[in-house]
Nanobody
């Protein structure tokens, strides 16, 4: 099992930028895929972005709604995955969750991931 702790959420105006981070501990971080999901008020948790392990090429995947605005990256030396969010919109307001998958290849559904952080709130004002 891996422990995940998100940080970096907050309040930002529409059009602004924010970076959220997720620090992992408990297993070999670099070997496993990581993902970001979000849950907006009254909605289901949805996929945002994912990154495969560096060992399997570090491929990245994005939801259509964030493609071109968000960037996922990982720093294996720091056991940390990041989500850089640019051109934020009010509809990006949600609790953002980091997730770890017990395989090197990224997935886009919640069922793919076996460890979750507690979430960090991102609020985008209009």
């Amino acid at each position: 099992q891996v422990q995940l702790v998100e940080s970096g959420g907050g309040l930002v105006q529409a059009g602004g930028s924010l970076r959220v981070s997720c620090a992992a501990s408990g297993r070999r971080f670099g070997v496993y895929a990581m993902g970001w999901f979000r849950r907006a008020p009254g909605k289901e948790r949805e996929f945002v972005a994912a990154i495969s392990s560096s060992w399997s090429g570090g491929s990245t995947f994005y939801a259509d709604s964030v493609k071109g605005r968000f960037t996922i990256s990982r720093d294996n030396a720091k056991n940390t995955v990041y989500l850089q969010m640019n051109s934020l919109k009010p509809e990006d307001t949600a609790v953002y969750y980091c997730a770890s998958k017990s395989s090197p290849v990224a997935g886009a559904t919640t069922y793919d991931y076996d460890s979750w952080g507690q979430g960090t709130q991102v609020t985008v004002s209009s």
